[in-house]
């Protein structure tokens, strides 16, 4: 679980805050987007904000991961929706809002729910309370 919150949240919100802010004009082009629009910085640092989590979920255990978890996937479910209503809407079929991406930001989250589920039912013996310290 942890490579994956790390892998999946942590390395891959960095690498889209490097890109939305090193390779700006590219992405936004890759996406269907206007270059140089104001917005596309306000996403890095979601980027940033989501794969600090990530990152943070590697020493950090327990419920920070339910938070990270709910957190990425609200973002990257929100995203998808975003992408087919441009999709539908516009007409938008640019690479990064038609193509991989999308399913990403739905399988994404799908996955690290899935496997929260499975670590905390894993955690915890059937039928028994569960106890926290302190």
């Known amino acids: 679980m942890v490579l994956a919150v790390v892998i999946n949240v ?6 889209g805050f490097i890109g939305h802010t ?8 890759s996406i269907g987007w206007p270059a140089g629009n104001p917005f596309q910085t306000e996403v890095a640092v979601a980027n940033l904000a989501v794969g600090t989590l990530g990152i943070l979920c590697y020493w ?8 990270t978890v709910i957190a990425t996937s609200i973002w990257l479910l929100g995203a998808a ?23 990403l ?12 589920i499975y670590a905390r039912l894993s955690r915890q013996p059937t039928g028994q309370a569960r106890v926290r310290a302190g």
């Open 105 to 116: 930001d739905i399988l994404s989250p799908l996955l690290l729910i899935a496997l929260l």
């Open 60 to 67: 950090i255990r327990g419920d920070f991961w339910t938070a």
């Open 10 to 15: 942590g390395l891959g919100a960095m690498w």
């Open 81 to 103: 929706t975003i992408h087919a209503v441009e999709i539908i809407a516009a007409g938008n079929y640019n690479p990064d809002n038609a193509r991989l991406i999308f399913y």
């Open 22 to 29: 090193l390779f700006a004009a590219q992405i936004a082009e």
